[in-house]
């Protein structure tokens, strides 16, 4: 069975501003690409795309997907502005489970910064609660929380986090990087099935934004890795849900999931490095800096020390692993890459630097000199710019998110989303990268990136952080038959059109998996 799709504006991403006329496809791969006129005979049947543009298909190359299922069907603040409505929506909301979870708590939305006390949240509710900070590397707690894990003011800090506490020693009910995860581990009651269900219904959601893989890490907060791992492997599947995974394997259970070494399924649910916490975020003032932040003589959380990160590169080196590692400030991403120059990835690998958002010319330069790419995430741009230079001064903020100095360098930049922290629409990222404007600013304006190269972003360049350049991200002979369908031309539209676009179809091996 052949199909041919032809009638469209048809963008290959071969090169910019590349068209064809019309696209063969057999057996869930792109078999030629040509005009109608040649390529008609060869097809059972044909589709009009009625003027419509085609492309290939997105790909987010970092974010959590099992959160984001799970967002979709939990209390979300982050669109909240209203103190008030923010209390309500707490009092109101009660969940099955033993423990309430809410999302996207962000005191930047509030006037002056508000951060809701513990003493607050007791009045709202009774049940344990816990509230995740829109960063994920921080949240808040009522006392029924602490009492069911048994933390008090005494409870000594972990390494890499701490219990807030004020002025008088009292907790102040905020939770900060591992002290946090380790309390959100806590509340975990999932199964293969739940989380089943939470994948299905991000998945879905993705489809309808012309998204058909993700880079995800996912397999160390729903207790035993084997949960989230055999959800993804019994969920998605040429036969099952069709959907393209890379499941990004954290540094707590890197070593048992090696060890189990179970049967992925190739070009669907794929294990991909080890990932690394090198410090927190710009929000809770736990990004790692080499200056202190503004008015402060703190520096941010070093999550590990230099030997502990030295020796989980080794054991990823010794899988003949390469490593992704989470980092945001600059001396996080300076202590980083002196440890992989001291133990480099394997030939023909790469490893990955998330987020460097904080960056310094020397710092750009080393990178540029390594084996690295880059996966990025456009919309924290549009997100930190109206605050964070509060937090770090202007003098630095001009090295935040040098997007397109990464680019001239050469380095391989991937787009993404981080969800559920920030929006998923990649639309929303590909403005913030061709325009970088938030409420009519532009930050740095020399690092806006051109419309092809931000398309590439969530395409082509997607596809060779997992090797898979030769296969996916085109259209053209050969590669897999990924496409979106959409309302408009994206490639000439104003800027701001694309927070409007409109996904009609999205394709996954020439089998339509969405259509408006």
């Not at 084997?226 to 990004?248: C, I, M, S």
Request: charged share 30%; with cysteine.
């Amino acid at each position: 069975m052949a199909d041919l799709y032809f009638n469209g504006k048809i963008y290959t991403m071969t090169g910019e501003n590349e068209v064809v006329e019309a696209v063969l496809v057999e057996d869930t791969t792109v078999k030629a690409v040509g005009t109608f006129e040649e390529l008609k005979g060869l097809a059972n049947q044909h589709i009009d795309l009625q003027g419509q543009t085609m492309m290939p298909a997105l790909t987010d190359v970092h974010q959590h997907l099992i959160m984001i299922g799970k967002k979709l069907a939990l209390l979300a603040l982050d669109d909240v502005t209203d103190i008030d409505e923010m209390k309500q929506q707490v009092a109101d909301f009660d969940s099955n489970h033993k423990w309430n979870n809410i999302l996207g708590y962000d005191e930047n939305n509030f006037d002056n910064q508000y951060k809701i006390h513990i003493e607050e949240l007791d009045q709202l509710t009774e049940k344990p609660t816990l509230i995740t900070r829109i960063c994920s590397h921080a949240g808040v707690v009522n006392s029924k929380a602490f009492e069911a894990l048994g933390i008090t003011k005494d409870t000594k800090n972990p390494e890499g986090g701490y219990f807030e506490k004020d002025e008088n020693g009292e907790l102040t009910g905020w939770v900060y990087d591992k002290a946090f995860e380790e309390m959100r581990a806590a509340t975990v009651d999932d199964t293969v099935e739940s989380i089943s269900e939470d994948i299905t219904r991000a998945v879905k959601y993705m489809h309808s934004l012309g998204i058909v893989g993700a880079h995800t890490e996912d397999l160390a907060y729903y207790g035993d890795f084997n949960v989230p791992l055999d959800a993804y492997l019994q969920t998605l599947g040429e036969k099952e849900l069709k959907f393209r995974a890379n499941l990004l394997t954290h540094e707590q259970v890197y070593e048992d999931v090696v060890k189990a070494n179970k049967a992925y399924k190739k070009n669907y649910v794929e294990r991909d490095a080890m990932k690394i916490f090198a410090d927190g975020a710009f929000g809770a003032k736990t990004a790692l800096v080499s200056e202190p932040y503004v008015n402060s003589d703190d520096q941010g959380l070093q999550i590990h020390t230099r030997e502990k990160l030295e020796e989980m590169v080794q054991t990823a080196r010794k899988n003949k692993d390469a490593i992704a590692v989470h980092m945001i400030g600059d001396r996080a991403i300076e202590m980083v890459l002196d440890t992989i120059e001291k133990y480099p990835v394997a030939k023909g690998k790469h490893d990955r630097l998330i987020h460097v958002s904080l960056l310094r010319p020397d710092l750009i330069e080393r990178m540029a000199n390594l084996p690295v790419i880059c996966d990025i995430q456009p919309t924290f741009l549009t997100s930190d710019m109206p605050w964070v230079e509060d937090y770090i001064g202007s003098s630095r903020a001009k090295y935040l998110y040098p997007f397109k100095t990464l680019l001239d360098k050469g380095l391989v930049l991937g787009g993404s989303s981080d969800a559920p922290i920030e929006k998923v629409n990649p639309f929303l990222g590909i403005h913030a990268l061709i325009t970088r404007e938030k409420d009519g600013v532009v930050y740095n304006p020399n690092e806006i990136v051109d419309r092809y190269d931000a398309f590439r972003m969530y395409t082509t360049e997607a596809a060779k952080i997992v090797y898979r350049e030769d296969i996916q991200g085109q259209i053209k002979p050969g590669f897999l038959a990924d496409f979106i369908v959409l309302d408009r031309d994206v490639m000439t539209i104003e800027p701001d059109e694309l927070l409007d676009v409109q996904v009609l179809q999205t394709i996954i091996d020439g089998e339509v998996v969405f259509e408006l």
